[in-house]
């Protein structure tokens, strides 16, 4: 999500059949194959938004990334 011109957006950067167990490890190869079929540089990424999933936390951690916690996710746990 983000505002432009002081509206909320919403863009859908990809979505993907995964039929491998989503462990760390499947997730990190998956995150990474992600960024190369956009054709992004890896050295430009400053961070990752996600849940507190053990498997994504994995995930980012092998990938050796900054991990950002979901807002979202966060307060929904607080008060959920």
Do not use: P
């Given at each position: 999500h983000f505002i432009q011109d002081w509206e909320m957006k919403t863009a859908c950067l990809q979505t993907?059949?995964?039929?491998?167990?989503?462990?760390?490890?499947?997730?990190?190869?998956?995150?990474?194959?992600?960024?190369?079929?956009?054709?992004?540089?890896?050295?430009?990424l400053?961070?990752?938004?996600?849940?507190?999933?053990?498997?994504?936390?994995?995930?980012?951690e092998l990938n050796k990334w900054l991990r950002m916690q979901c807002f979202g996710h966060r307060l929904h746990l607080a008060i959920g």
């Open positions: 993907s059949y995964f039929h491998q167990d989503h462990t760390g490890e499947h997730i990190a190869e998956a995150l990474q194959d992600a960024i190369a079929s956009w054709k992004l540089q890896e050295k430009y400053v961070a990752i938004t996600t849940d507190n999933g053990s498997n994504i936390v994995k995930a980012v």
